[in-house]
């Protein structure tokens, strides 16, 4: 896979198999595109954090809690 502005078709083969060129594709939990950008990957880390942060609404929310307790579970 090349990266750059303007998509390449490049033909690879291994032994008798030619390899498929995909535009994008998940690499140890990070997706890579071919024209270099990751904002594919930047919206789907702020979708996880915000469903992180959703669920401790009741903890922020909750007054029998100590502010320090809160605090915390941010560090």
Known sequence: MT???LHESINITLDIDKLEQVENF???G???KE???????I???????SA???KLQKIWKARN?????KVMLCV
Do not use: P, Q
Request: glycine share 12%; aromatic share 4%; net charge positive.
């Open 43 to 49: 919206k789907k880390r702020i979708g996880l954090a």
């Open 65 to 69: 809690i100590k502010l320090l307790t």
């Open 30 to 32: 990070s997706v890579i």
């Open 26 to 28: 998940t690499y140890l």
């Open 35 to 41: 024209n270099g950008k990751c904002d594919t990957e």
């Open 52 to 54: 992180v942060v959703g």
């Open 3 to 5: 990266i750059g502005k």
